[in-house]
Nanobody, 115 residues
């Protein structure tokens, strides 16, 4: 069974930082690219960052320069370092893996940026 378990969310002030983790199991992690997406209140899911099997990365314009995606294949974990957080970053953040013909999503972790 494919499992993706996110952690590290919480409440942070504008300008602050958080590091999210996604622990993966049930598949050969190192052979799959991984993604982070978010869904804010009343908004559609937005792809935030992607990392390839070889470490290449891509970011949404809204987070480029502030967020960094990385992976540790020995730990079967993908990370999202979030700096200079803004209120508009408030969302449930989920990680995803392309398994078969679809994406498998974790349960998500809440990030709230507020004064």
């Amino acid at each position: 069974q494919v499992r993706l378990v996110e952690s590290g969310g919480g409440l942070v002030q504008p300008g602050g930082s958080l590091r999210l983790s996604c622990a993966a199991s049930g598949f050969t992690f190192r052979r799959y690219g991984m993604s982070w997406a978010r869904q804010g209140p009343g908004k559609a899911r937005e792809l935030v960052a992607q990392i390839t099997t070889t470490g290449g990365s891509n970011y949404a314009d809204s987070v480029a320069g502030r967020f960094t995606i990385s992976r540790d294949n020995d730990k079967n974990t993908v990370y999202l370092q979030m700096n200079s957080l803004k209120p508009e970053d408030t969302a449930v953040y989920s990680c995803a893996a392309p398994i078969g013909t679809t994406y498998v999503w974790g349960q998500g972790t809440q990030v709230t940026v507020s004064s």
